[in-house]
């Protein structure tokens, strides 16, 4: 007969506070409470058994928290169900799934316009990563002032096309702020794009206080005692999350099953069950509507190119995953 561990804990109880965790380094979290304030917390005892059963605590989960007596420190007693997540399967067929932030609103893609180049097959990873999660996407081209903006409207139409907003922006000239301001306030994005194109640059422009380093790489601002690890959530003046989430740039890993890739395309979504075969996978089977679609020009090339060889990768991943 195998025995159940009991946990044994203090019965005495002060009152739980309500916060939001905004970073974790080495088994210990930042947490944020509604009244403004962060704690250094842990996880109770019995939480701990949760999570070894697959239930992690992520940046991003709203807790209960209690401060401990006598200076054992900030408690965390209780994840509240999430209403979202961005996250990826584990791999190797591993159980679970690795949550990176909790409870988004939506995901905003940094690109810039010029230096560095943008490179849109790229983008188009970044926003799969997104759907995949059932997340909206927002896409930014920051450095706008770089170009014309003729030729910035007509690189960045696919997208537009696709249904997604995009913001043209420029740190440097002040421009595009106030309408991406207006669709950061008081929600919970998370931010991610490449290096050097100007996240940090944008947040403190949009957000004076936040004071995010400018011209670095940004993982290596965590070069303390602990490293930190995945996402770290910046409260906003005006209520409201932005996630700096490092790990959405390896998007080879994400771990997404080939077949639900169709559906990450949004403008794919009227032809894929067109198709003759219920099973296509829309690379070059006979009576496929979503390639008719790109040779009318319905569907822009360049995204169905994307398609493709993520497509190719991931049945590849798959397959190696599978040994
Ligand atoms: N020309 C121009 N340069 C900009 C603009 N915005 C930011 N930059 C510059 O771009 C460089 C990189 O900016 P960061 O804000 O550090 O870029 P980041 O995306 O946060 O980079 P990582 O933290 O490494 O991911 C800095 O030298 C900024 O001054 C802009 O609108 N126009
Ligand atoms: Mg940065
Ligand atoms: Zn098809």
């Not at 959530?233 to 080939?258: F, I, S």
């Not at 990450?264 to 075969?277: G, K, L, Q, S, T």
């Not at 020009?297 to 040994?323: C, H, I, N, P, Q």
């Amino acid at each position: 007969m195998t025995r159940i561990p009991r946990v044994i804990e203090r019965t005495i109880e002060g009152p739980l506070h309500a916060g939001r965790v905004l970073s974790g380094t080495g088994g210990v979290w930042q947490v944020r409470t509604d009244t403004g304030e962060v704690h250094d917390s842990s996880l109770r005892g019995r939480l701990k058994l949760v999570s070894d059963s697959g239930v992690k605590l992520s940046v991003g989960d709203n807790v209960k928290l209690l401060e401990g007596e006598r200076g054992a420190g900030w408690m965390i007693t209780e994840i509240v169900p999430r209403t979202s997540q961005l996250a990826r399967r584990e791999p190797g067929g591993r159980a679970g799934e690795r949550v990176v932030v909790a409870n988004l609103d939506q995901v905003v893609v940094v690109f810039a316009a010029a230096n560095p180049e943008p490179h849109p097959r790229m983008l188009d990873r970044f926003l799969v990563i997104a759907e995949a999660n059932s997340l909206a996407s927002r896409v930014v081209i920051n450095k706008s002032e770089l170009v014309t903006e003729e030729s910035a409207r007509a690189r960045f139409a696919d997208y537009e096309a696709a249904g997604y907003p995009v913001h043209f922006t420029s740190v440097k000239k002040h421009t595009g702020l106030d309408v991406l301001h207006v669709a950061l306030d008081g929600k919970t994005s998370a931010l991610s794009g490449p290096s050097g194109v100007g996240k940090s640059s944008l947040m403190n422009s949009l957000y004076p206080g936040l004071n995010l380093r400018v011209g670095e790489i940004s993982e290596s601002v965590n070069k303390g005692r602990h490293t930190t690890v995945g996402a770290v959530m910046h409260p906003l003046p005006g209520g409201g999350y932005v996630a700096d989430t490092p790990g959405l740039r390896e998007v080879g890993v994400w771990g997404l099953n080939p077949v639900d890739l169709p559906d990450c395309f949004p403008e794919f979504r009227p032809f894929i069950h067109e198709c003759r075969f219920g099973n296509c996978s829309h690379l070059s089977e006979p009576g496929c509507a979503v390639i008719a679609a790109v040779k009318s020009g319905t569907v822009s090339a360049a995204r169905y190119d994307s398609y493709s060889r993520l497509r190719v990768e991931l049945e590849e991943t798959e397959k190696r995953w599978s040994k």
